[in-house]
């Protein structure tokens, strides 16, 4: 079973067994989550779109917090002496999907 679920403003397919990686969810390794924002659901072929999706997905929180590449915004004017350097690490949550219920 397939299933394209929202988290935290974006869309990602799962499948019960997937590792992902997710923007920072609240708990610590261990807990256990439940998404029930379901999109879409593939079932041997048989697809339900939309608000006829009853589906939920549980997953577990492998890591609680990671943090992601280094991202650097430089901004310069030639010649006049001015350099601002603003930069910042995204977290993200590492689950792991247990069903599609």
Do not use: C, N, W
Not at 17 to 46: N, Q, R
């Amino acid at each position: 079973m397939l299933a394209v679920v929202k988290i935290a403003g974006q869309q990602f397919k799962v499948k019960a067994g997937d590792s992902l990686y997710v923007p920072h969810i609240e708990g610590k390794s261990g807990d256990t989550v439940e998404f029930a924002e379901v999109l879409l659901t593939d079932d041997a072929g048989s697809i339900t779109i939309g608000a006829d999706v009853k589906a939920i997905v549980k997953a577990e929180i492998l890591s609680g917090l990671i943090q992601g590449d280094k991202v650097i915004a430089f901004k310069m004017k030639r010649r006049k002496g001015f350099r601002k350097k603003h930069g910042h690490r995204t977290h993200y949550t590492h689950i792991k999907v247990l069903g599609i219920a």
